[in-house]
């Protein structure tokens, strides 16, 4: 059919086929939309490797870019332990990991309660993990989840009380990996083990100011690129920490960091940032949405790069530490992040704060169970006395009556 159309409108002009000069403008107009749609989709992941058999712990998994790297990965067959701060029983966690499960056909998918902005609850999922023995196996972390304070947006603590963009985005990181080191570092020497960090463009424009850690965010986009820029800088340190690590087989260090810069993709957290935090910004976003879906890759066009940093087999052979964006490596656009000086003051930075913050979180748990223990001491004793109060009542009915 397409062929005599052809040749008729080549013979005789396109006027001679009814409605042809709108089919053709439409049809120009449609090819313009779709080169331009997949030339915003980004690159697209070309590396294979078998994943069955291999655990898989991720963090922000349950939405926008990390819920696909999660179901690719559970696809090809991985062990996935997702890291979500709602409880294992939750109906929304509790659906989405059977929806997973059945759409995906992969029953190896779990949960663990794991708060982010609580240092408390990061120890004790970290602690329980590395108190096996033998070490249980790790092949990849994923570090997906971030926050970011819309414009609008109300300024936000974490439970410690730090700043929401620095405990959630950076030192949950640091702290997770600091207390997994050796679960890490004990895996056998035949065992590619890989951990991947979220990152983008946002730490070039960025200051590693570590003063105004500890206060609600000014601004989220300053504050966002603060984080992304130490995480960064600290994935970097962690490599050379892993390397300097001499292990008991003499065997080369086997676990590789790499930094994945996904793009701008269609997320919630995108969408939170697009509007501001606000119900008109919603609504501006609503009445663009045919402009953001064009530019703006989609979650899985987002997870490419790092479904390649997952899977790339020449990774496993050259050394970590590196920036992965559009399914390419790429150089660093700041010397901050490779600046050892600036590492060591970083780490130490947040060792120290984790050190105090736990200490003050302590506390803070102490005496709020002291205050829970009296109250459920004190309620009784009332109870008590209500009970006795209603005898002697009864009591002295009684009395009564028999006069």
Known sequence: MPLPLLAESLWRGLSSIPYGYTVLKFSSWALVISLLKYYFGGARNTAERVMHGKVVIITGGTSGIGAAVVRDLALRGAQIILLSRHAANDPFLVDYIDDLRSST????????QVD???LHSIRRFATKWIDNAPPRRLDMIVLCAAVMTPRWGSRQLTADGLEEEWG????????????????IRAQPPDRDVRILFSTCNSYIGASLDLTGTQKETSSGQRSYGRSKIALMTFALAFQKHLDSYTRPDKQPNNARAFLVDPGQSRTPGTRRWLTGGSLWGLLAYLITWPFWWLVLKSPEQGAQSFLLAAMEGELARDAGGKLIKECRERDFLRSEVTDIEIAKKLWEFSEKQIEQTEKESAVRRALAKREKDAANQASPSAESMGSSKQGKTSSLRNSRKAK
């Open 105 to 112: 056909n992969n029953e190896l998918v779990y949960a663990e």
């Open 116 to 118: 982010l902005s609580s």
């Open 168 to 183: 959630v985005n950076y030192l949950a990181n640091f702290h997770l990996l600091s207390i997994l080191s050796p679960a």
